[in-house]
């Protein structure tokens, strides 16, 4: 998709719908992190709706995000840092960008993966490149393809919320498009101070408490540079339930103690990729490798956070081993790397970060990037659901298909999930046919 395939019709600034309050809230330890500094950005694909009008539909739909802007506020504001290098949000009721575009493509084009990593960069237009510097930190595209389908484009200032808030938020939206809401659930829930360290000096038992998240680990070779100067290219490949029951039985069947052991859908999964991404690349044997994976701790910290929040409420999981450890060892070992990043996680770990990634600018703790592999789940965030008056989405995914792994739901298959990473040119014939061995 060429950029000059997609041109943008309007771009006006959306206002909350009704009067919001002014003021100055404060982020927390977790949204004020380094590495949290960009936007999440969205892509859902909808089918034609035979006798619907596209101006009427745009006009639902912005008067729906600016009805969604009341209860959700701080997405109208804007995302500042405080000398202490935290960040705030401005509320002024400054607006939401949104941009409604025509393209001369087709929803054929998104059954596959992308050609190149920024193929679809048009369909969210205005690209913020620092979230701080004073850009809305929510941005909306509509944009109508040739067959009359089309693409709903959003971008959040990461800041501000992590997935699970931004598809509350996404789904309230599709709620005000498509039905008059009187009442709706949950309500969004501001409470960031809930995430932030306590006032006592930090206790012996966290300091104690390991992050190799955040630890540094040698580049024996050139991984860096590779990613950085090495063209990627997209794939995607999807899982059905029969290929990730098959995973579960190569994982029990390579586990020392299969009888002692239950690993879920997304821990055989998760361990089956980052096994084929590192045997692809060809990569020293005693190199230091490492999974990172986002953990939703609502439920993890005591007390649990409130329905409605939708603020950065995780942690990383960090799974890490040597290349020759991964790849000679087995699915089943990998996959109990996983289970045991997942399970070391409990509410004295995560205060545990909080006071890691609060400490002054140039000691706080930030993951580093060599032999590192970020999976991110958007599989279970409920965006397949978003219906703004077009239906469901028929394909929901990034705007650019980056080295971060993503987890995403398939349309009307609840237990498949689609797995689409971008790795360097000279790795992908290897990994598609290593990733797609079990199906």
């Known amino acids: 998709m060429a950029s000059s395939s997609v041109h943008v019709k309007e771009a006006i600034v959306i206002a909350p719908a009704e009067p919001t309050p002014s003021r100055v809230l404060s982020l927390s330890a977790l949204d004020s992190q380094l590495f949290l500094r960009f936007t999440i950005e969205y892509l859902l694909v ?22 969604a802007l009341v209860p959700y506020y701080p997405l109208a504001g804007r995302v500042r840092a405080r000398p202490d290098g935290c960040l705030e949000v401005v509320c002024r009721a400054q607006g939401a960008l949104f941009i409604e575009a025509v393209c001369d493509h087709t929803i054929t084009e998104f059954e596959r993966a992308p050609k190149h ?9 205005f690209h913020v490149a620092d979230v701080l510097m004073g850009a809305p930190p929510l941005v909306v595209q509509l944009t109508w393809l040739r067959d009359g389908s089309a693409t709903l484009g959003i971008g959040f200032n990461h800041c501000v919320c992590d997935g699970i808030g931004s598809a509350e938020f996404l789904n309230l939206f599709g709620q005000l498009s498509t039905q008059q809401l009187n009442e709706f659930k949950p309500k969004p829930v501001w409470d960031r101070h809930l995430l932030n360290p306590s006032s006592a000096k930090r206790s012996r038992a966290n300091s104690l408490i390991h ?22 290219a997209p794939t995607s490949v999807t899982f059905d339930k029969r290929c990730l029951n098959e995973l ?19 821990e055989v999964l998760a361990a089956h990729v980052w096994r084929s991404w590192a045997r692809s690349l060809n990569l020293p044997s005693n190199q230091t490798l490492k999974l990172l994976f986002s953990i939703n701790v609502r439920a993890r910290v005591k007390p649990s956070l409130p329905s409605g929040f939708y603020g950065n409420a995780f942690v990383l999981g960090c799974a890490q081993t040597s290349v020759k450890e991964l790849t000679d060892k087995g699915l089943g070992h990998a996959t109990m790397l ?20 609060s400490e002054s600018s140039t000691t706080r703790a930030c993951p580093d990037s060599v032999g590192v592999l970020i999976l991110t789940q958007w599989s279970r965030l409920g965006l397949e659901r978003v219906d703004l008056g077009m239906g469901r989405p028929v394909h929901v995914g990034p705007i650019c298909c980056d080295r971060y792994c993503l987890f995403l739901p398939v349309s009307n298959q609840t237990d498949a999930v689609k797995v689409m990473v971008a790795v360097p040119t000279s790795s992908v014939v290897n990994y598609e046919h290593l990733v797609r061995s079990v199906c």
Do not use: M
């Open 117 to 125: 990593v920024t193929q679809w960069r048009k369909l969210l237009s």
């Open 211 to 232: 992050h190799p998240e955040f630890s540094r680990v040698p580049d024996l070779c050139g991984f860096v540079s590779r990613f950085n100067n090495e063209r990627l």
């Open 46 to 67: 909808y089918r034609p709706r035979p006798g619907s009008d596209p101006c009427v539909t745009a006009a639902r739909i912005k008067n729906a995000l600016a009805r």
């Open 338 to 357: 996983v289970k045991r990043a997942k399970d070391r996680v409990d509410s004295e770990f995560v205060k545990s970060v909080v006071e890691s990634v």
């Open 248 to 266: 579960k039985k190569l994982a029990l069947s390579s586990t020392t103690r299969p009888s002692e052991s239950t690993y879920t859908s997304f």
